[in-house]
């Protein structure tokens, strides 16, 4: 336990004690991006390389790193890290563009019980929120920003699809920050990962955390129960269980 300024919002004072990390994934779990999420994809590949994309890879849990090399791959495209790059970030602008266009706003939304939970979180000052995500950090932020979740998380301390290709390597790089940026350091039973898929699970079990996983995104209640997660909901609607399940310890 140790003592922090947390930039969310409802922790500016000093003196907060945290003692539980949480760890929201994005997509599936906190919102629903529509199409304009994977048709920024297909514009990112269509501005960089000049092609039209007629066949998207399978996109759930991933990093953008990832989808993007899977994009390449089907394309017959040789992968350098300059052209990766360049399509993280056409990537992000074509997002922003989505934004700007309200499309992203028009088709997505906030998932259920989403809002009620995090108001929750952010009134327990032992608990500190942020995200880990497969989205690189701009889309990440903008995400949030669009569907108004964003003051809700310190995201200096998340960890992002921009920090490294592979998930399993994300919770390392979420625990390193906290304990750089808030001078905090907690036990793997102390840290939560959410989120909608067999990859947040894995993550999960790769740094020795705990793990929620909801049936928000692309896989059944049941296919994600026989996972043996610490815990499966179908949503994050009952508040009133989730933050206990989250704290119900402290």
């Not at 989403?114 to 880990?132: E, F, G, I, P, Y």
């Not at 979420?174 to 990962?193: F, P």
């Amino acid at each position: 336990m140790s003592v922090v300024r947390c930039a969310c919002a409802s922790r500016l004072q000093l003196g907060v004690v945290v003692r539980r990390f949480v760890l929201f994934d994005v997509d599936g779990t906190l919102v629903r991006a529509g199409e304009a999420g994977p048709a920024s994809f297909d514009r990112a590949v269509a501005s960089v390389l000049g092609v039209t994309v007629t066949e998207r890879p399978h996109m759930a849990g991933k990093t953008d790193h990832l989808i993007v090399g899977e994009y390449l791959e089907s394309l017959g495209v040789a992968r350098t890290d300059q052209l990766m790059a360049a399509l993280l970030d056409a990537l992000a602008d074509a997002l922003a563009e989505a934004d700007r266009s309200g499309e992203l706003r028009a088709g997505g939304s906030v998932l259920p019980g989403v809002n009620d939970l995090l108001k929750c979180l952010a009134d327990d000052d032992r608990v500190l929120v942020s995200l880990l995500t497969g989205n690189v950090v701009r889309n990440a932020k903008r995400k949030m920003d669009v569907f108004g979740l964003g003051a809700w998380f310190d995201f200096e301390v998340g960890a992002y699809g921009s920090d490294h290709h592979d998930r399993n390597c994300l919770v390392p790089v979420a625990l390193g920050r906290l304990r750089d940026r808030r001078d905090v350091t907690l036990d793997g039973s102390d840290v939560w990962v959410i989120g909608d898929t067999p990859r947040d699970l894995a993550c999960a079990r790769a740094a020795g955390v705990r793990c929620l996983l909801v049936a928000t995104g692309g896989y059944t209640f049941g296919e994600l129960e026989s996972l043996g997660a610490d815990a499966t909901m179908a949503d994050l609607s009952d508040t009133d269980t989730v933050s206990k399940l989250l704290t119900g310890d402290l």
